[in-house]
């Protein structure tokens, strides 16, 4: 059953909990989700000696192979939108999926994208053989920062400088929640302190690798303000406290600032700016 030209990804797994049968399809267009979907289904029914029983959701067996991750059609849909604006009545489906930390790993099909040359006459057998036609298939691993496209080989100018547009817009949306709050509270910072500003940097769960475009709710976005020099850390707090406060009710999600001076940052002169200074991303 496996077909990646339409999006159906179909394996064989292997857990303790047993032996499972695997199939993956696009969510979007919901047309192409509907059919495939519907293919699955007279699996069950029609060939009964497979003894193929549907694993409920978020059951010990569905947790054993999916391991958090989720359909998520509102990736899927801010994907399809930016590939179509760029390639119009080109993308043939797109498939997202998202974890308990907001990652997103998602495909996108878009027809005739990195389209190879077919074999000449004059091509030996055996490589003949082995061509296939590029299927135009994007691989997208979506973060508030870092995030990673894979697009297929030999594509076009024209339709690279459309692919880069898509992406730019992709990117965009996947740092919506996170990279506004940042710029707005380093812009907020700097007209606060001018000089004595040194930088801001993201450290806790939000630096964390598996950071993904969105953690949940009760996640602090915990943030460095390095300063070049203060007398009393609680004296700053009370300082920023209503721009932190503004900003968090403004995105829904608390801001943890903790002033830190430059020297101590930069050198290491405490435990805390030791660890945070081995991980933390700098706002720019």
Request: charged share 25%; aromatic share 10%; net charge negative.
């Amino acid at each position: 059953m496996d077909n990646p030209a339409e999006g159906l990804f179909a394996e064989t797994l292997v857990t303790a909990t047993g032996s499972h049968a695997r199939f993956i399809w696009p969510d979007l267009p919901v047309e192409v989700s509907v059919k495939l979907g519907g293919l699955i289904g007279t699996l069950h029914n029609r060939r009964p000696e497979l003894t193929l029983k549907p694993v409920e959701r978020n059951s010990p067996e569905w947790d054993a192979v999916f391991h958090g991750w989720r359909e998520d059609l509102e990736s899927a849909a801010a994907i399809e939108k930016a590939f179509s604006r760029h390639f119009p009545n080109r993308v043939m489906w797109v498939e997202s999926e998202k974890d308990v930390r907001g990652r997103i790993v998602a495909q996108c099909r878009i027809e005739g994208l990195g389209k190879k040359t077919p074999p000449s006459p004059e091509t030996p057998p055996s490589l003949r053989a082995a061509w296939r036609p590029e299927l135009g298939v994007v691989s997208l691993e979506l973060f508030w920062k870092d995030s990673v496209a894979r697009p297929p080989q030999n594509i076009s100018e024209d339709d690279l400088r459309a692919f880069q547009s898509s992406i730019d817009a992709i990117l965009q949306w996947a740092e919506r929640r996170i990279r506004p709050v940042l710029n707005a509270l380093r812009e907020r910072l700097k007209s606060l302190y001018g000089e004595r500003f040194r930088g801001l940097y993201v450290f806790g769960s939000y630096a964390r690798p598996d950071a993904g475009i969105q953690l949940p709710e009760n996640s602090d976005l915990d943030v460095a303000l390095i300063l070049s020099e203060f007398n009393n850390a609680y004296e700053e707090i009370k300082r920023f406290g209503d721009i932190t406060y503004d900003l968090s009710l403004e995105h829904g999600l608390v801001i943890s600032l903790v002033p830190i001076r430059e020297a101590d940052y930069c050198e290491g002169r405490t435990n805390f700016a030791r660890v945070i200074s081995s991980y933390a991303i700098p706002v720019k």
